[in-house]
Nanobody
């Protein structure tokens, strides 16, 4: 059974930082592209950042320079370091595991990030 368990969300003031974690089980983690997506109220889910099995990364324009995605294959965990947070970063953040060759696309349950004074 595949599980993606996110943690690290919470309430933070503008300009603050948070580090999200997503621990995966039930998949061969090192072969998967891992990503972070977010969904704000009334908006569609959007890509924040992805990291491939080869450690290539890609970021949304809104995340570049502020967020960093990384992975630890030994711990089956992907991270999202978020700095200089803004109120518009408020959303539920979801972890995703994707591997096209086996048509696998898995999602976590989400973790709430709220940026407010």
């Amino acid at each position: 059974q595949v599980q993606l368990v996110e943690s690290g969300g919470g309430l933070v003031q503008p300009g603050g930082s948070l580090r999200l974690s997503c621990q995966a089980s039930g998949i061969f983690f090192r072969l998967y592209r891992m990503g972070w997506y977010r969904q704000a109220p009334g908006k569609q889910r959007e890509l924040v950042a992805v990291i491939t099995d080869g450690n290539d990364t890609n970021y949304a324009v809104s995340a570049k320079g502020r967020f960093t995605i990384s992975r630890d294959n030994a711990k089956n965990t992907v991270y999202l370091q978020m700095n200089s947070l803004k109120p518009e970063d408020t959303a539920v953040y979801y972890c995703n595991a994707y591997r096209v060759v086996v048509r696998a696309d898995h999602w976590g349950q989400g973790t709430q990030v709220t940026v407010s004074a």
